[in-house]
């Protein structure tokens, strides 16, 4: 069993930036991609960022030049720099752990981030 947890999310005005952390920990071993995903009110929930175990990412398109995805792969942690916030920023941010062996996908509960205008 794994437990994703979240943090860092809050309220920030337009252009300011945000740092969001997420620790994966538990008994499974062999983490591979771990990402962060966001979802506004009414939207599906869409990927942000992701990170192999070796390092290479993938950001969508929204963010990509403002948002910097990290990873310390001895802590199974991975953190999101947030820089140039907008207001279309806002959402409940999800953190996504792929476990290997076995087989699974984990999510966090979610940390919200509110851009004002």
């Known amino acids: 069993q794994v437990q994703v947890v979240e943090s860092g999310g809050g309220l920030v005005q337009a252009g300011g930036s945000l740092r969001l952390s997420c620790a994966a920990s538990g008994t499974a071993r062999n983490i591979g991609i771990m990402g962060w995903y966001r979802q506004a009110p009414g939207k599906q929930r869409d990927l942000v960022a992701t990170?192999?175990?070796?390092?290479?990412?993938r950001y969508a398109d929204s963010v990509k030049g403002r948002f910097t995805i990290s990873r310390d792969t001895s802590k199974n942690t991975v953190y999101l720099q947030m820089n140039g916030l907008k207001p279309e920023d806002t959402a409940v941010y999800y953190c996504?752990?792929?476990?290997?062996?076995?087989?699974?996908?984990?999510w966090g509960q979610g940390t919200q981030v509110t851009v004002s205008s």
């Open positions: 990170i192999a175990s070796g390092g290479s990412t």
């Open positions: 996504n752990a792929a476990v290997v062996f076995p087989p699974r996908t984990y």
